[in-house]
């Protein structure tokens, strides 16, 4: 069941332009197109496809000036690989210049009324958020990730798909969950963390650690 609510303030009327067209972008796409919402086109580097998805290339992201900016918000299709800075400076980078970066929301996330999600925040298919829960500015919540009551994300955060995630868990800014991991009840993970795919967490974690499962 579809709890999205009206308070998690997605703008239904403005027109938008895709960032990019990796893989992550297609899933951007998809999820736009789900939403009906109006896309006006892509930017990218020179050498990318001109279609996606069927959306065309308007050119790359010097293209963007050319528009109104209070009549159009940005979709960011750059996916955030760990240890890599490059997704997030580019938003900081097109914030600066006085865009607005959208909200995506898959219409097959479950999310409850009492959830937050702050500016720029994507949520994919089936992922769940539970009462209580806060994802922080540009964070990745993605496919299938499970995240419990009363848990906080930070900024700037990737929740990899199937992540679970237990009550009152506590996420700093900048952290990498890496697909597959678990995370039990009332851990903090400090900011700048990495944490390695099928990792099972049951103790905090310290601001910039690399964390890999011992086997």
Same mark, same amino acid.
């Given at each position: 069941?579809?709890?999205?609510?009206? /308070?998690?303030?997605?703008?239904?009327?403005?027109?938008?332009?895709?960032?990019?067209?990796?893989?992550?972008?297609?899933?951007?796409?998809?999820?736009?197109?789900?939403?009906?919402?109006?896309?006006?086109?892509?930017?990218?580097?020179?050498?990318?496809?001109?279609?996606?998805?069927?959306?065309?290339?308007?050119?790359?992201?010097?293209?963007?000036?050319?528009?109104?900016? &209070?009549?159009?918000?940005?979709?960011?299709?750059?996916?955030?690989?760990?240890?890599?800075?490059?997704?997030?400076?580019?938003?900081?980078?097109?914030?600066?210049?006085?865009?607005?970066?959208?909200?995506?929301?898959?219409?097959?996330?479950?999310?409850?009324?009492?959830?937050?999600?702050?500016?720029?925040?994507?949520?994919?298919?089936?992922?769940?958020?539970?009462?209580?829960?806060?994802?922080? &500015?540009?964070?990745?919540? /993605?496919?299938?990730?499970?995240?419990?009551?009363?848990? &906080?994300?930070?900024?700037?955060?990737?929740?990899?798909?199937?992540?679970?995630?237990?009550?009152?868990? /506590?996420?700093?800014?900048?952290?990498?969950?890496?697909?597959?991991?678990?995370?039990?009840?009332?851990? /903090?993970?400090?900011?700048?963390?990495?944490?390695?795919?099928?990792?099972?967490?049951?103790?905090?974690?310290?601001?910039?650690?690399?964390?890999?499962?011992?086997?």
């Amino acid at each position: 069941m579809n709890l999205l609510m009206n /308070n998690h303030n997605i703008d239904r009327s403005k027109s938008i332009i895709l960032i990019g067209s990796s893989g992550h972008a297609k899933v951007i796409a998809d999820i736009l197109i789900l939403n009906k919402k109006k896309i006006l086109g892509f930017t990218d580097i020179e050498d990318s496809d001109e279609e996606l998805l069927g959306i065309k290339k308007l050119g790359n992201d010097n293209i963007l000036h050319k528009y109104d900016k &209070n009549n159009i918000e940005l979709a960011i299709g750059i996916g955030s690989l760990p240890g890599n800075n490059k997704r997030w400076e580019i938003i900081k980078k097109l914030r600066s210049e006085g865009f607005t970066i959208a909200k995506v929301i898959d219409p097959r996330a479950s999310i409850s009324s009492n959830a937050k999600l702050r500016t720029g925040v994507q949520v994919m298919a089936n992922a769940i958020l539970q009462s209580g829960v806060t994802i922080g &500015n540009d964070s990745i919540i /993605n496919t299938n990730s499970s995240i419990d009551h009363d848990c &906080n994300i930070g900024d700037n955060c990737h929740i990899a798909p199937g992540v679970v995630m237990s009550g009152n868990v /506590n996420i700093e800014n900048h952290v990498h969950i890496g697909t597959g991991s678990i995370i039990i009840e009332n851990v /903090n993970i400090g900011s700048k963390s990495i944490i390695a795919a099928g990792s099972t967490i049951y103790k905090d974690i310290k601001t910039g650690t690399k964390f890999i499962q011992k086997k």
